[in-house]
C-alpha cells in the first residue's frame, strides 16, 4: 500500500508520518530496499536517509522506486544542489542539520514538506518570521534535550520539533511526552552492526519495539500508518 503523503505534499507534515524517525546510514546502496522492507516491517514506515555516504542518493532512489509502503527522505541536506538531486532521486521530504537562506529558499522551491534545523531560540524566532513552524532540533542532547523543548514551550508554542542527536529508546518517550515535539529522529533501531551484517530481522524487531515505545509515549502519530495533516504555512 502506497503512503498517502502526497507528492506535491505542499500542506503535509513531516512531523505526522510517525513518532518515531529512523535516521538511516546506508554504505552499500544493494542494504537500501532490505532494510527499508524491515522498518516498514516493523512499523517505521518513514525513513530518513542521511547524505553521509556515496551511496546515499542511489538508497533514496532504489527505496522510492521497490518499496511503496515506505516514505523516504533525504537528511544532512546543507546546499540548494543537494536538495534538487534528492527530490530528483525520489526523496518525499527533506531534514537539515541547520539552515541557510539560501537553502531554505531551495527547500521551499523543492515541492516536498523540509525540516530545517535549530539548536537555539533565535534560529527558531528567525524561521518563525520567515513562516516556518516545524523544525529538526538537533544536536538535541547537546543542545538541552528535553529541558530546552520543555522552555521553548511556553514563549514559542506556535513551533513543533522533531529532536535528532542523542535520543535513544531510554529517552524518546520522554521527548515524545512534549506538547511541542511531533516525533523524534534515532538510529537505535538500524546499529551499524546489524546493518553490516545484513541482519534485517534484527532490524525489524527493534523497529517494532520503537514503534511500541513511540505508542506508549502518546506520540501524535500512528504507527505503521503515516498520516498526513494540513501543517499550518510550514512546508510550503
Known amino acids: ?41 516493523g512499523g517505521l514506515p518513514a525513513i530518513e536517509v542521511t547524505l553521509r555516504t556515496p551511496a546515499a542518493l542511489d538508497a533514496v532512489r532504489r527505496i522510492s522506486a521497490e518499496v511503496p509502503e515506505a516514505v523516504v527522505g533525504a537528511g544532512t541536506v546543507i546546499t540548494p544542489e543537494q536538495v534538487t538531486a534528492c527530490v530528483a532521486a525520489g526523496a518525499r521530504f527533506l531534514v537539515s542539520p541547520g539552515w541557510t537562506d539560501g537553502l531554505l529558499a531551495a527547500m521551499r522551491a523543492s515541492g516536498v514538506p523540509f525540516l530545517p534545523g535549530v539548536s537555539t531560540a533565535t534560529e527558531v524566532v ?24 520543555r522552555s521553548l514551550a511556553g514563549p514559542l508554542p506556535q513551533a513543533r520539533f522533531c529532536p535528532t542527536g542523542g535520543v535513544g529508546p531510554d529517552n524518546a518517550a520522554e521527548y515524545l511526552s512534549l506538547p511541542n515535539v511531533g516525533c523524534v529522529g ?18 525489524e524487531e527493534l523497529a517494532r519495539g520503537a514503534a511500541a515505545l513511540a505508542d506508549g509515549a502518546g506520540g501524535s502519530g500512528t504507527p505503521g500508518t503515516p498520516g498526513v495533516r494540513a501543517a499550518d504555512g510550514t512546508c510550503r
Open 1 to 41: 500500500m502506497a503512503s498517502p503523503l502526497p507528492s506535491s505534499a505542499a500542506g503535509a507534515s513531516v512531523l505526522d508520518l510517525t513518532p518515531v524517525l529512523p535516521v538511516v546510514v546506508v554504505r552499500d546502496a544493494d542494504d537500501a530496499v532490505p532494510l527499508a522492507r524491515a522498518l516498514v516491517a
Open 126 to 149: 528567525a524561521l518563525l518570521e520567515r513562516g516556518v513552524r516545524e523544525m529538526k532540533f538537533f544536536p538535541a542532547q547537546a543542545a538541552g534535550g528535553t529541558a530546552y523543548l
Open 186 to 203: 534515532g538510529s537505535w533501531m538500524v546499529p551499524a552492526e546489524a546493518v553490516a551484517a545484513r541482519d534485517w530481522g534484527r532490524v
